[in-house]
């Protein structure tokens, strides 16, 4: 048993009534109480005010963290481990949205079972030495890609056991299910043991009907959703919309997630609103990736040049962020994630839950929502993720813990590379954070 005293956890993170403001002179600018956490093994036994009586002898050790930020372990709610760490060899310089899926199409033939494994083994080793203790990736799975990730993520799977908890959704066109593809796509998926069926829906007349189909083949297989939708500015895009009609429409059992629902945002305000509304009666978790689109969408560029494929940039008006603080204020739940990983889509990123939020609150403004907003990686994700009492610091959840030597929430939004340490079961456990160079090593594929 270890007793870790004084760490100020944020509210967004605490049980009740320990997620109510303290006493502190600046609690209402700083929403964090300072806990004392007690350890048994892997879970968390016991988490009181520290400014409550000290029980008699706590038995076994006691570490003071010295009233340092500590949130629980991170979350990871949508990424693509099957794309990641793919930069070098398919990089999209110019891309917008369509011009990164054409070259991520054109390298998925070299998505062996090795191959996405070590990219993938090369981001959990990111993410880990980040503090994420879970994470959730789409999976291509059509024709042509699927059955070499599905396989690694398995091996994976089970390396990872204890440490971190990995969950896999197969993403696939509406046209690819509907084209011929629909009983590979389900054999990938059972034999995998996927958690969720993650289609890529286009609007259109035969909408609602499609939806209808993949949900009684997630139904089926006894899985939930998890959609990218609306990944676009066009006013006319309502998958999100769809979906929710859809859930309803068919009583579906499971989790359904939907992520980026970006063209929300130039909607009419009062379509939004009805929209959000069908959401929330849907049971709908709502994924903004803020990172990965703030660099996709409103890319403009003057006219080409003869002989040039583009023209010469200009400035972005609109950054495709969805209605967070709406969502919010609907009773929704939401969550935020990293996405695409130096990929033709984006060429950084690292897997750090810790960039996501920070830079979520900056984009998104949550600063107006400090309490809420530790939940977008935390409680939010956990949610979206049916992993009960993970993203919590809580009598029964993991004992997975990052310390931070900042002493205040601004602090370490100031600062995001604020030195961490982190805490697995009753020890602090070791961070290494993978050498890029280790990339140099790897076979290049053969030029196609």
Known sequence: MHLFRRARIPLACLPPPLNQPGNAPDAALEPWRECDVTVDGSRIVAVRDSQAPAPGSAPGRTTDLGGVLVFPGLLEVHTHLDKCHTWDRAPGVHSDFWESVEILEADCPNWTEEDVYRR???????????????????????????????????????EW??????????????????????????????????????????????????????????????????????ESDLVHAECLRATAEAVLRNQFPHPVACGHNCSLSVQDPARARETLALVKAAGIGIIALPLTNLHLQGRARQPAKPGQRFGAPRTPQWRGLTLLHEC????????????????????????????????????????????????????????IMGLPGYGRVAPGSPADLVVFSARKLYSLLARPATPRRFIHGEEFRDTILPDFDEQLSWPRPPSR
């Open 161 to 230: 056991r204890g440490r971190m908890q990995l969950q896999t959704v197969s993403l696939f066109a509406f046209q690819e299910f509907f084209g011929g593809e629909a009983d590979r796509i389900i054999e990938l998926s059972a034999r995998h043991r996927a958690t969720a069926l993650g289609g890529f829906p286009q609007p259109g007349p035969d909408l609602p009907r499609q939806l209808d189909e993949v949900m009684a083949a997630a139904r089926e297989l006894g899985v939930g959703l998890d959609f990218h939708v609306d």
């Open 120 to 158: 993938a083994d090369f981001a959990l080793r990111s993410a880990w030495a980040h503090g994420t203790v879970a994470l959730r990736t789409h999976l291509n799975t059509n024709a042509r890609a699927g059955a070499g990730a599905h396989a690694a993520l398995e091996r994976l799977q089970a």
């Open 328 to 383: 919010i204020d609907a009773g929704i739940t939401v969550a935020c994630g990293g996405d695409n990983v130096r990929d033709a889509f984006i060429g950084w990123g690292d897997f750090d839950p810790v960039e996501v939020y920070v830079e979520s609150v900056r984009i998104a403004q949550l600063d107006t929502r400090l309490a809420f907003s530790p939940s977008v990686v935390t409680t939010g994700a956990a949610a």
